[in-house]
T-cell receptor, first 115, second 117 residues
């Protein structure tokens, strides 16, 4: 079974600075997808960024980018120019490319933005 | 983007009663929906996969007789918590898969906070 580990329960960053959230995963599969989801206080899950394992290029979405290291099974999220609206729980998630499309989530990192 | 509507957003019920939670895909058809459960300050745990027109697939440890899932149409899946008890109090979230796109995505409902007294 796949597992997703987020070793940072809480992180904080000064507004406008850059922060990196860590995520590692364990799988025996070679084809899969990785995601970062944001859950603000409203508890609505919002997709931040997605990475296909077969792509070597790291995904980017505006101020959000990932460092995908397939061999190391690492998938960190970098948030540049942090804004107050970035404050939320961030979940790393794994999905197999085969069969059921269910997501396996990490335990989350609570990100606080310091004004 | 695609919208998934989940109702109710919050429900309080007495122990022993049943509660139904609805998850609707508003502008797309969803052959597959997923039901997650989230305890306070914890991650989302998949409970079951709901397939339109067939029986739901439950994750290990989830009682299918207690958490009844019905996916009668391509836009609606329901989760019924039967004979609810205080330990069933949790945040329940559904998600639906958007098909037919180059990059298929999952979209989440806004969740339902269930409190059983």
């Amino acid at each position: 079974a796949q597992t997703v580990t987020q070793s940072q329960p809480e992180m904080s960053v000064q507004e406008a600075e850059t922060v990196t959230l860590s995520c590692t995963y364990d799988t025996s599969e070679s084809d899969y997808y990785l995601f970062w989801y944001k859950q603000p206080p409203s508890r609505q899950m919002i997709l931040v960024i997605r990475q296909e394992a077969y792509k070597q290029q790291n995904a980017t979405e505006n101020r959000f980018s990932v460092n995908f290291q397939k061999a190391a099974k690492s998938f960190s999220l970098k948030i540049s120019d942090s804004q107050l609206g970035d404050a939320a729980m961030y979940f790393c998630a794994y999905r197999s490319a085969l069969g059921n499309e269910k997501l396996t989530f990490g335990t989350g990192t609570r990100l606080t933005i310091i004004p | 983007g695609a919208v998934v509507s989940q109702h109710p957003s919050r429900v309080i019920c007495k122990s022993g009663t049943s509660v139904k939670i609805e998850c609707r895909s508003l502008d797309f058809q969803a052959t597959t929906m997923f039901w997650y459960r989230q305890f306070p300050k914890q991650s989302l745990m998949l409970m079951a996969t709901s397939n339109e027109g067939s029986k739901a697939t439950y994750e290990q440890g989830v009682e299918k007789d207690k958490f009844l899932i019905n996916h009668a149409s391509l836009t609606l899946s329901t989760l019924t918590v039967t004979s609810a008890h205080p330990e069933d109090s949790s945040f329940y979230i559904c998600s639906a898969r958007v098909l037919g796109q180059a990059n298929e995505k999952l979209f989440f409902g806004s969740g339902t906070q269930l409190s059983v007294l």
